[in-house]
């Protein structure tokens, strides 16, 4: 099956302008987790939604924000990019809220912000 | 709060060598432990998983066993090849929070 789809790869902008990106989860699962991922801080949890509602927020600025679909695709916003915002950012699904057994990681969107 | 230290890398071996990455964690409560590998360009591959005590992930020829007593959760490969060459990531997961708390990443190359 299909796994974790994210889009797009790759993007570039300008600091202060806005940016969606979007994940399309396994079919069936239903929790999807956003992680921003950086050479200085590294992976860090952005926030994870479950049946449209947003369940736990990672300590981000406001500025960081998402929504999740009846159909469990998933879209994170940021908005007035910084250089700062540069990272590769990463969506991850899993079947329930509980993730013992781990959650499915797409390849993720390179965001550059010059 | 919680948190994972991996050791810190590159970890440099030749082909067929033996390979420990060391990873511990702090945790309050019964977290489960995972290995994840990143290859250049990609997201991360869930490699192997522990979710109680005493419990021996494996995948891959890839080996961890969940230690509470010392909260150590090591990884291990008894031959390493060049496509082993990646990054790992050692994590835990607890309800509270629903989330993955991750190390830093340990950088593996393997040498022909």
Redesign the interface.
């Known amino acids: 099956k299909a796994g974790?789809t994210?889009t797009p790869r790759y993007l570039i902008k300008t600091r202060g302008q806005q940016v969606t990106l979007s994940c399309s989860p396994i079919s069936g699962h239903r929790s999807v987790?956003w992680?921003q991922q950086t050479p200085g801080q590294?992976?860090q949890?952005l926030f994870?939604y479950f049946s449209e509602t947003q369940?736990?927020k990672?300590n981000f600025p406001g500025r960081f924000s998402g929504r999740q679909f009846s159909n469990s695709r998933s879209e994170m916003n940021v908005s007035t990019l910084e250089l700062g915002d540069s990272a590769l950012y990463?969506c991850?699904s899993s079947p329930r809220?509980?993730?013992?057994?781990?959650?499915?990681?797409?390849?993720?969107t390179r965001l550059t912000v010059v | 709060g919680d948190s994972v230290t991996q050791m810190e890398g590159p970890v440099t071996l030749s082909e067929e060598a033996f390979l420990t990455i060391n990873c511990t964690y702090t945790a309050t409560g019964y977290p489960s432990l995972f290995w994840y590998v990143q290859y250049p360009g990609e997201g991360l591959q869930l490699l192997l998983k522990a979710t109680k005590a005493d419990d021996k992930g494996s995948n891959k020829g890839f080996e961890a066993t969940y230690r509470k007593e010392t909260t150590s959760f090591h990884l291990e490969k008894g031959s390493v090849q060049v496509s082993d060459s990646a990054v790992y990531f050692c994590a835990l997961y607890k309800e509270y929070g629903n989330k993955l708390v991750f190390g830093a990443g340990t950088i593996l190359r393997v040498k022909s």
């Open positions: 974790v994210q987790s992680y590294g992976l949890f994870e369940r736990n990672g990463l991850a809220r509980d993730s013992h057994d781990g959650y499915t990681f797409g390849s993720g």
